[in-house]
């Protein structure tokens, strides 16, 4: 059936510098603020913008993002007309299919998905940034200027402006030049990698840049430069709020703290724009005798009998008498045992650091190669062992061993 | 396990629950910071495999519809079968009046049993807090041959006046059932669930039906105890059982407790309950929590101790919770201090008010209102 806009969510992005945390899931899949992943920001933004048929492009280690989409339920997108829809590469006859080259060139792969539902307006997603925003808004701004392609724009400083893509506009933000990540910056329009494109002229342009052999099929590199030398009409639609690219282990860190400032951040709790996520069955969180709670978001399933500070638990977190806990994400099931001090750190699903482990430090403001320290999902960190700052633990570290 | 179906009681409420249960019954009561009590007859037996259970409501079920819904949260929203509510059927013969006991209510809705697909049927009722082994209870009436079973406790969790008590010989096998006595017997305290084919219900439902019976276990077992095989099964981890306000706070405290918590919450039998999509409970700088069960969705920015909070419960700055139990969207204001209460949904209270019951008489706040 016809629809007047489809959203595409380019999900297939390995999210290398994520390291360890994306060596088994894509980047939309990993975990963020207690209770969500990546991608229910994006897909909660479509359902409360009255968009109900979403393409989810994946291509990266699609097993988990599958199944923790499924049937689209818990964002309510288990829609009999529309609804969310997995997008894989596929083959075909003739050419035998390939994967998915570009960001462009998963769209054009998936012209057929989008013909079905012969939409007015495609709206372009990726599945790595937080953030709340009405795309309705966005596509009225697209009709309103009558463009052919409406791209999402958030005013940087014009330091940051040289590590964006930067849009150059005239007085009623049409947008007459593209600079991709500029060393003098003309304006401080900072793309986010939002797109609104009318389906009949995208369709155009995603055809002759397939048909380019030298092309790379990126939007950023190809589709939007092409239009805009074709004379098209491309409007900067201005955004303010929150909005952070968590694409690594520092913005990732740094974004799950924003969400201890509910009131200058995202307010995860006002109910005129939530955020949709699949949970699992877990009873209450429980605080034993002897716990100290404070600054910190914790979920369901937790076991809090030590001292948490300034951190992020995700469900089924188990925090023993004695341990600390202090800036520092715990995504589901990990483990703190008694007596051990996390410390700037992020713990991935099912870790486990044992009795007198230390993890992380603080930054003391004289080392330069300071960082948070990851340790990966599953692995055992033994007793008494010590992860320094920095350090991307992804193999089982031996009690006593320093890494 | 597609051989049991489920049938569970549905429409009791307890007078001494007072305002708890003015606006719903005993089976759709708040419990353990995200559940209702239909919630953990319902899990045990999903996840004993059941797929078809039929919830036999009367009155003040309102609230309990609003919690179950389609049954989806249990995976009970399925073509065939799945989750059926059964409200009284009024026919001219059958004015629609309170059911005068569990007999009656089966009588009530005795087409629907007649079509139960499955060869055995557990009847239980709704408003206790157990997470009991369904598919095991089954496995035992089997190799037992027993035509009924029930499962009983050695402990005892309820009011004597309200349970029912049996008394077994050696084989465990059935020889008498003490009904609400003024103090309770030796044997075993009976949770009043059984287990027994889909054939041997429909005839007793229709003998009782025939005699104006309506008791199941006065007047459906207590005369058969010689002809029927009626067995025991012993089920000895937590149960709650809610008679009163008091009992209600002190089950609510049990929670606390880490083998109870183990009892009722452990990996492999989850007790599911309607999805609210809360985000994590935020705690804010100045927070200072123990020993409590915290749902999510709340946001904490004062002191809680020993208190069970539901989900999206707000305790602001400088306000101390102690000793109580809040239910869903309660907000206790600023420097407001707060002990040996239970407030009811949606209650607020105002910033400075200083509250406090005592544990032997917590103070129930009613639904809604301001204090």
């Known amino acids: 059936m016809k629809k007047e806009c489809v959203a595409m969510l380019l999900a297939g992005g390995q999210g290398s510098r994520l390291y360890a945390l994306t060596s088994h899931v894509a980047k939309p899949a990993v975990p963020f603020g207690g209770k969500y992943r990546i991608i229910d920001f994006p897909l909660s933004n479509c359902v409360n913008s009255g968009i109900d048929t979403v393409g989810v492009l994946t291509q990266y280690r699609p097993l988990e993002l599958n199944s923790y989409i499924g049937s689209g339920q818990p964002w309510d997108l288990d829609r009999a007309d529309g609804g969310v829809h997995i997008l894989p590469p596929y083959m075909r006859e003739g050419d035998q299919g390939t994967w998915y080259k570009g960001t462009a060139n998963a769209i054009y792969q998936n012209i057929g998905f989008l013909d079905m539902y012969n939409p007015e307006y495609v709206v372009i997603l990726s599945g790595d940034h937080i953030y709340k925003m009405d795309y309705s808004l966005m596509v009225d701004h697209h009709k309103k200027v009558s463009a052919a392609c409406t791209i999402s724009v958030l005013e940087v400083t ?30 401080n329009l900072a793309s986010m990698g939002i797109y609104v494109f009318t389906w009949s002229k995208l369709r155009e342009y995603l055809i002759a840049d397939e048909a380019d052999p030298t092309s790379s099929n990126d939007f950023g590199k190809n589709i939007i430069p092409n239009m805009l030398a074709a004379g098209e009409k491309m409007a900067a ?8 690219d968590v694409g690594t282990i520092d913005s990732l860190w740094d974004a799950n703290m924003d969400m201890l400032a509910p009131r200058s951040s995202i307010d995860l709790y006002d109910p005129s724009w939530p955020i949709y996520a699949r949970t699992p069955v877990t009873p209450p969180h429980v605080t034993g005798p002897d716990s100290k709670v404070s600054h910190c978001l914790v979920t369901g399933g937790c076991a809090v009998y030590g001292t948490v500070e300034n951190s992020i638990l995700f469900h089924s977190v188990t925090v023993e008498e ?8 715990l995504m589901p099931g990990a483990t703190v045992k008694a007596g051990a001090v996390v410390e700037y750190s992020i713990i991935a699903e099912n870790a486990v650091i044992e009795q007198n482990a230390r993890v992380g430090t603080p930054p003391d403001g004289t080392d330069p190669d300071w960082g948070v320290a990851v340790v990966a999902g599953g692995v055992t960190v033994g007793e008494q062992a010590i992860v320094t700052a920095h350090a991307m633990v992804r193999d089982n570290v031996k009690g006593g061993d320093r890494v | 396990m597609n051989d049991l179906h489920g049938i569970i009681f549905a429409y009791h409420s307890y007078r001494n629950l007072g305002e708890l249960t003015r606006h719903r019954n005993t089976c759709s009561l708040p419990y353990g910071g995200r559940y209702r009590l239909i919630d953990f007859m319902l899990s045990s037996l999903v996840n004993a495999g059941v797929s078809d259970i039929g919830l036999i409501v009367h009155e003040n079920y309102q609230s309990l519809l609003d919690h179950v819904g389609s049954g989806k949260d249990w995976d009970l929203s399925r073509k065939h079968g799945g989750l059926r509510i059964l409200p009284p059927f009024s026919t001219a013969e059958r004015s629609q009046r309170e059911y005068r006991g569990n007999m009656d209510a089966l009588v009530g809705v005795s087409s629907y049993l007649r079509n139960i697909r499955q060869e055995y049927v557990v009847l239980a009722w709704g408003h206790l807090a157990v997470n009991l082994p369904m598919a095991d209870v089954l496995r035992y009436h089997l190799s037992t041959h027993s035509d009924i079973t029930i499962v009983g406790t050695a402990n005892r969790w309820g009011i004597p006046s309200e349970c029912q008590y049996l008394q077994t010989d050696e084989t465990g096998r059935v020889t008498d059932i003490a009904i609400n006595p003024s103090t309770a017997p030796e044997g075993l305290e009976s949770l009043e669930i059984c287990i027994l084919s889909k054939s041997l219900l429909l005839e007793l439902v229709e003998d009782c039906a025939a005699h104006d019976v309506h008791s199941f276990s006065r007047g459906a077992l207590l005369p058969r105890l010689n002809q029927l095989k009626v067995t025991t099964y012993r ?27 183990a009892d009722l919450f452990h990996d492999g039998a989850p007790v599911r309950t309607k999805d609210r999509n809360d985000p994590s409970t935020y705690y804010g700088p100045d927070s200072k929590c123990h020993n409590s069960l915290i749902a999510d969705g709340c946001v904490i920015e004062g002191q809680v101790e020993n208190s069970i909070l539901f989900r999206g419960v707000v305790v602001e700055a400088g306000a101390k919770v102690s000793n109580c139990v809040l239910m869903q969207g309660t907000v206790v204001g600023k420097d407001a201090c707060v002990s040996y209460a239970i407030a009811d949904k949606n209650v607020r209270i105002g910033d400075h008010r200083i509250l406090s019951g005592q544990e032997s008489f917590p103070i129930a706040i009613p639904k809604n209102t301001a204090v």
């Open chain 1, 158 to 187: 014009m330091e940051e402006a040289k590590r964006f893509g930067i849009m150059n506009v005239d007085a009623d933000d049409i947008i007459f030049e593209f600079e991709e990540k500029p060393p003098q910056p003309k304006s």
């Open chain 1, 237 to 244: 639609y201005r955004f303010q709020g929150y909005w952070k």
């Open chain 1, 322 to 329: 004695g341990a600390r806990v202090r800036y520092s994400i």
């Open chain 2, 235 to 261: 089920y000895d981890g937590y149960v709650g059982r809610f008679h009163s306000v008091k009992d209600y706070f002190r089950c609510s405290m049990d929670l606390l407790q880490d083998e109870v918590r």
